[in-house]
């Protein structure tokens, strides 16, 4: 191959990057049933919303309690829609369908192949965010939205997207998805923060909670719709999460295709 032609393949590569390929068709899924991945990831946040808007209207926080969940409704918007399909997306084709193996036979390589679905999940979970908190905003209002808001929420949908892959790698079947979900995931998005303060709760439950990969997100996606003000070393928790999430999803992943 002549010099020329290597330059252009190199600048080939850092235009179209062999992961985008894996983003722009699991977009295209995506695109075509919209609908129904936007209604399932608004639904659950909004009969929160609607249920505590009822019923509980006291302040937590030191501010109306409204106001501190809509916060939380966003980060449980972006777990679930980050999360859910993504896992189960390689789970079924590993454990059910058993067509991963021939699906990682695919001349690209490992890193590319978890940068394009942590990409498309965590982007599918970043929209699906945004609509709530925007939504959110449009009914009670006086929030806001400083960038370091978006790329906070961005590491949030990217740490569970990487979990997603984690799980689906060394989980045994469906019903092992499904457990772990029930027993890890779902409780994380009660117990972090995001309905209540985590101070308020019991003490060796408090100290646990604090230890979470979604707490420290939480808290500071919270601060910075409240005020405005980041908290950097919440970020850097969160930063630290998903590189070790996304690290141990490459290394389990690499596991698998050379299995």
Known sequence: MTGSAVRENVWLQKLYPSWLPLVLAMGLVWRRRWWRFLVGGVNRPLIFLALFAWNLKHAAGGVEYLQFLLPGLVVMAAVTASYTDLVNWFAVRRTVYRVLDEYLLAPVSTASLLAGHVLAGGGKGLVVALVVYFGGWAVM???????????????????????????????????????????????????????????????????????????????????????????????????????????????????????
Request: aromatic content about 18%; hydrophobic content about 55%.
């Open 141 to 259: 209002g006086d929030f806001s939205f400083p960038l370091l808001f978006a790329v906070q929420l961005a590491v949030v949908c990217l740490l569970f997207a990487s979990l997603a892959v984690v799980v689906a790698m060394i989980a045994g079947g469906d019903r092992d998805v499904l457990m772990f979900t029930n027993l890890a995931v779902f409780p994380m998005t009660f117990f972090c923060g995001t309905f209540f303060p985590v101070e308020r709760l019991p003490g060796a439950l408090a100290k646990l909670s604090w230890f979470l990969p979604l707490t420290a997100g939480t808290y500071n996606l919270r601060g910075l719709a409240l005020t405005g003000a980041p908290h950097w070393n919440w970020f850097g928790q969160s930063l630290g999460w998903l590189a070790g999430f996304y690290l141990l999803a490459y290394l389990l992943l690499n596991w698998r295709r050379q299995d």
